[in-house]
T-cell receptor
Framework: AQKITQTQPGMFVQEKEAVTLDCTYDTSDQSYGLFWYKQPSSGEMIFLIYQGSYDEQNATEGRYSLNFQKARKSANLVISASQLGDSAMYFCAMSGYFGNEKLTFGTGTRLTIIP | DAMVIQNPRYQVTQFGKPVTLSCSQTLNHNVMYWYQQKSSQAPKLLFHYYDKDFNNEADTPDNFQSRRPNTSFCFLDIRSPGLGDAAMYLC?????????????FGPGTRLTVT
């Protein structure tokens, strides 16, 4: 079974500061994918970034980067230069293969950016 | 733009009155998913279609059914909604299943049961 743990239920960050959202995972699969999604108050889940378990380089997408530490089983999301529009719920998720294809979500972190 | 569309965005139904939620996609993806998300919780997968192959989650109540008449459309039917079924219902698609295939979500339908 796969499990995602997000230990920060809520975070408050000053605008323009960088923020790290924590995510740890547990799986017995050798091959898996890690995802981060953003969910604003409107409800839509927005895909942010993906990291494959065999990718040696940390994934980056604009202001988003994923700090992947495989030995520690962590996949933290880093948002550089935070903006007011970054205020939202953030979910870490993972999927695998061979019966573990479904997306397993963490409980989420509510990020609030303070002007 | 290619996208996942859900209608309606807000749905109010009465206790026990059947309701159908709709999802369509222009991405031509093989897989379509239905999630239930209650307030302040993570989305919970109800079932998914891999092409025409229906895959139900073990803990999805029988009250929830789904249809996928073609690649583009998928419907969620709640046969007898209870108060506990009030939630956001999210439709998602992916090109294939498993690691490496991100899911693209629609805007969701917020269901209220009175």
């Amino acid at each position: 079974a796969q499990k995602i743990t997000q230990t920060q239920p809520g975070m408050f960050v000053q605008e323009k500061e960088a923020v790290t959202l924590d995510c740890t995972y547990d799986t017995s699969d050798q091959s898996y994918g890690l995802f981060w999604y953003k969910q604003p108050s409107s409800g839509e889940m927005i895909f942010l970034i993906y990291q494959g378990s065999y990718d040696e380089q940390n994934a980056t997408e604009g202001r988003y980067s994923l700090n992947f530490q495989k030995a520690r089983k962590s996949a933290n999301l880093v948002i550089s230069a935070s903006q007011l529009g970054d205020s939202a719920m953030y979910f870490c998720a993972m999927s695998g293969y061979f019966g573990n294809e479904k997306l397993t979500f963490g409980t989420g972190t509510r990020l609030t950016i303070i002007p | 733009d290619a996208m996942v569309i859900q209608n309606p965005r807000y749905q109010v139904t009465q206790f026990g009155k059947p309701v159908t939620l709709s999802c369509s996609q222009t991405l031509n993806h093989n897989v379509m998913y239905w999630y239930q998300q209650k307030s302040s919780q993570a989305p919970k997968l109800l079932f998914h279609y891999y092409d025409k192959d229906f895959n139900n989650e073990a803990d999805t109540p029988d009250n929830f059914q789904s249809r996928r008449p073609n690649t583009s459309f998928c419907f969620l039917d709640i046969r007898s909604p209870g108060l506990g079924d009030a939630a956001m219902y999210l439709c998602a698609t992916s090109r294939d299943r498993g690691a490496g295939y991100e899911q693209y979500f629609g805007p969701g339908t917020r269901l209220t049961v009175t």
